[in-house]
């Protein structure tokens, strides 16, 4: 449906299929699991259902210490996987209230892919503007 263009490169396009490989039955599948890649989440619909979310000083703080973390560094897969331990160290908020708010913010709904895979498919930038927006916004 126009999603794909010529600005995404091969390896972002093969993380992006490894990622919802089995979740989907016929290839049709794959765009309602990856709408929150595409989408404008600055769209009013975007975080309708997991706003609540992001109200409670946890969340805050679990949002603004990942923003700082990759303003500081570049996302790979090490980061990625070490992110939210070290966010988890960092603010002393654990289990559900860290890991919610992120994937919240980041894809517009409270279940998904694996966090690791949607750090690397959206990157720095991306997830910076994200989180910003959702600070600012909610």
């Known amino acids: 449906a126009g999603y794909i263009d010529d600005s995404f490169d091969q390896d972002e396009l093969l993380e992006i299929a490894a990622t ?24 009013g619909d975007f975080y309708s259902e997991v706003k609540e979310l992001f109200e409670s000083e ?40 860290l890991f919610m708010p992120v994937r919240a913010a980041l894809t517009g709904a409270e279940h998904g892919p694996e966090m690791l895979h949607i750090f690397v498919i959206l990157g720095n930038e991306e997830m910076i503007n994200r989180l910003n927006y959702v600070l600012e916004n909610f």
């Open 20 to 43: 919802f490989k089995t979740g989907i039955n016929k290839l049709s599948d794959i765009a309602g699991q990856t709408d929150f890649i595409f989408a404008d989440y600055k769209d």
């Open 58 to 97: 946890d969340a805050k703080k679990v949002l603004n210490r990942v923003v700082e973390i990759l303003k500081d560094e570049e996302m790979n897969e090490d980061l990625a996987k070490s992110i939210m331990k070290r966010v988890k160290e960092d603010t002393g908020v654990k289990g559900k209230s």
